[in-house]
């Protein structure tokens, strides 16, 4: 509790440092590898919004706990699309035309959790970071049009991660470049949604003064991740 009232604090004064209002960002709480006994401490402590990167890691915990929004926030494959619909409220990690053109079919198909379309963020490697999944700049010009005509998707908006290294302010660039994207698209099509999810713990200060409406917390909250096996 007293970890999210933190970040909460602090994603509060750096919404009014950008001149927004101070509840303008949405805190998801990234819950990979978190036991399913602590996140019920989580959600009493009032976390609302989970995300996990794994579908197969979200499948054993979603049937345990309250219900809450879920987003999927890690790499999808395309095998695990069907399984994501069912668990997830949002994915945040569309890296492609060809995924996005199969889960709106798997959508039409089976639906979704709310009965509605199905909310998705287009994730964009705006640094041509080898490292990094997503569309280029340049792709995304090219395919937005074929995504957001998609009807049973919801295109909510962009996602990009920062680079892993040299803290918030290395990172700033990549957040400033995803918004001018996000602006420059949406003045030639509106259909695509002004959502803007940048932004973890190292850096989501800097991604909400760059106009960040979503940041992906999890060391912040539930300190550090155990060592991989």
Same mark, same amino acid.
């Given at each position: 509790?007293?970890?999210?009232?933190?970040?909460?604090?602090?994603?509060? %004064?750096?919404?009014?440092?950008?001149? +927004?209002?101070?509840?303008?960002?949405?805190?998801? !709480?990234?819950?990979?590898?978190?036991?399913?006994? +602590?996140?019920?401490?989580?959600?009493?402590?009032?976390?609302?919004?989970?995300? %996990?990167?794994?579908?197969? *890691?979200?499948? /054993?915990?979603?049937?345990?706990?309250?219900?809450?929004?879920?987003?999927?926030?890690?790499?999808?494959?395309?095998?695990?699309?069907?399984?994501?619909?069912?668990? &997830? #409220? !949002?994915?945040?990690?569309? #890296?492609?035309?060809?995924? /996005?053109?199969?889960?709106?079919?798997?959508?039409?198909?089976?639906?979704? +959790?709310?009965?509605?379309?199905?909310?998705?963020?287009?994730?964009?490697?705006?640094?041509?970071?080898?490292?990094?999944?997503?569309?280029?700049? #340049?792709?995304? %010009?090219?395919?937005? /049009?074929?995504?957001?005509?998609?009807?049973?998707?919801?295109? !909510?908006?962009?996602?990009?991660?920062?680079?892993?290294?040299?803290?918030? *302010?290395?990172?700033?660039?990549? &957040?400033? +470049?995803?918004?001018?994207?996000?602006?420059?698209?949406?003045?030639?099509?509106?259909?695509?949604?002004?959502?803007?999810?940048?932004?973890?713990?190292?850096?989501? %200060?800097?991604?909400?003064?760059?106009?960040?409406?979503?940041?992906?917390?999890?060391?912040?909250?539930?300190? *550090?991740?155990?060592?991989?096996?």
């Amino acid at each position: 509790a007293a970890a999210r009232a933190e970040v909460l604090e602090r994603m509060a %004064e750096a919404c009014v440092r950008s001149g +927004r209002a101070p509840d303008a960002a949405v805190l998801v !709480a990234i819950s990979k590898t978190v036991p399913v006994a +602590r996140l019920r401490l989580a959600l009493a402590a009032g976390h609302d919004t989970l995300g %996990e990167n794994r579908v197969q *890691e979200a499948a /054993a915990k979603i049937p345990q706990l309250a219900p809450v929004t879920w987003h999927l926030v890690g790499h999808l494959q395309k095998n695990k699309a069907a399984k994501a619909i069912e668990l &997830f #409220d !949002a994915i945040e990690s569309v #890296d492609s035309a060809a995924l /996005a053109t199969r889960l709106d079919r798997l959508v039409g198909e089976r639906g979704t +959790r709310t009965g509605g379309p199905l909310p998705v963020y287009l994730q964009v490697n705006v640094d041509a970071d080898p490292a990094k999944a997503g569309f280029t700049p #340049d792709e995304l %010009e090219r395919e937005l /049009a074929g995504v957001l005509a998609l009807p049973n998707l919801e295109v !909510a908006g962009l996602m990009t991660v920062g680079f892993f290294t040299g803290g918030g *302010e290395a990172a700033r660039p990549t &957040f400033a +470049r995803l918004r001018e994207l996000s602006e420059r698209l949406r003045a030639a099509d509106d259909r695509l949604g002004a959502g803007l999810s940048m932004g973890m713990t190292d850096d989501f %200060e800097v991604a909400i003064e760059e106009g960040s409406t979503l940041v992906r917390v999890g060391r912040a909250l539930f300190g *550090e991740r155990p060592a991989p096996a």
